[in-house]
């Protein structure tokens, strides 16, 4: 089944213009949630919801964006423990994103076409979930812009005076205010692509399901 997903991905899902590489692994992961949803589904294993992805907010937090406001492994680390939990059949590339993309929304739609289930999850509102999403994203990005170290250093001087245990006190608080902000953008950013993955790979889903019995009923019909 050959499907064009990229120009869905960019036109319904993408809450850029470009897929870089923290929206190409937001991307995987939704994708990969939805396909380990549907193995188990198919393997007649209880779904269930798969909440605090810690490895993967992991591997968000080592990016360069985000690493400098938390206490995390490097990202080499990160991506290495992320990948040895998901399905060995899974492959992750770096090298076209747009074509692993596509490979990995095809085999999810394909899995999921093969447990047989139509989508109830159609009712999305597509719009509302990116506004949701890039609200928290550019308050962090906005922060991060303006409070620059010699910002903070010149902010906190002006309002500390040479006290210097102050200082470091308002340092500390302005770390904390800007690694609260990149926690919610981050758990915005997966929360977001994991829903909207899951909806275009039912849309997709569905529309095999409906192909194939089409085609087995003309087998009959033969």
């Known amino acids: 089944m050959q499907v064009k997903y990229i120009e869905d991905i960019t036109k319904k899902l993408l809450s850029q213009k470009?897929?870089?590489?923290?929206?190409?692994?937001?991307?995987?992961?939704?994708?990969?949630?939805?396909?380990?949803?549907?193995?188990?589904?198919?393997?007649?294993?209880?779904?269930?919801?798969?909440?605090?992805?810690?490895?993967f907010e992991n591997v968000m937090?080592?990016?360069?964006?985000?690493?400098?406001?938390?206490?995390?492994?490097?990202?080499?680390?990160?991506?290495?423990?992320?990948?040895?939990?998901?399905?060995?059949?899974?492959?992750?590339?770096?090298s076209n994103y747009k074509e692993?993309?596509?490979?990995?929304?095809?085999?999810?739609?394909?899995?999921?076409?093969?447990?047989?289930?139509y989508s109830r999850n159609s009712g999305i509102n597509i719009d509302n979930d990116k506004t949701n999403y890039t609200n928290s994203i550019n308050d962090f990005e906005m922060a991060e812009e303006k409070f620059t170290p010699e910002f903070i250093e010149q902010t906190a001087i002006k309002i500390c005076g040479n006290n210097s245990t102050a200082?470091?006190?308002?340092?500390e608080r302005a770390k904390a205010v800007c690694a609260k902000m990149a926690q919610d953008a981050i758990s915005d950013k997966i929360?977001?692509?994991?829903?909207?993955?899951?909806?275009?790979?039912?849309?997709?889903?569905?529309?095999?399901?409906?192909?194939?019995?089409?085609?087995?009923?003309?087998?009959?019909?033969?």
């Not at 990016?63 to 991506?79: G, N, T, V």
């Not at 200082?167 to 340092?171: G, H, R, V």
């Open 100 to 117: 692993a993309l596509s490979s990995l929304m095809n085999v999810a739609v394909l899995m999921q076409a093969k447990v047989g289930k």
């Open 18 to 55: 470009e897929i870089d590489e923290e929206e190409y692994l937001a991307l995987c992961n939704g994708i990969i949630t939805n396909y380990k949803k549907n193995s188990r589904l198919l393997q007649g294993e209880k779904a269930k919801e798969e909440q605090g992805n810690i490895l």
């Open 61 to 94: 937090k080592s990016l360069p964006k985000y690493a400098k406001y938390f206490d995390i492994a490097s990202h080499q680390e990160c991506m290495e423990a992320y990948i040895n939990s998901i399905p060995s059949e899974i492959k992750l590339s770096k």
């Open 191 to 222: 929360e977001y692509y994991t829903r909207l993955t899951d909806y275009l790979i039912g849309f997709y889903a569905d529309n095999e399901i409906a192909r194939q019995s089409e085609e087995e009923l003309l087998e009959t019909q033969a």
């Open 167 to 171: 200082i470091n006190a308002y340092k």
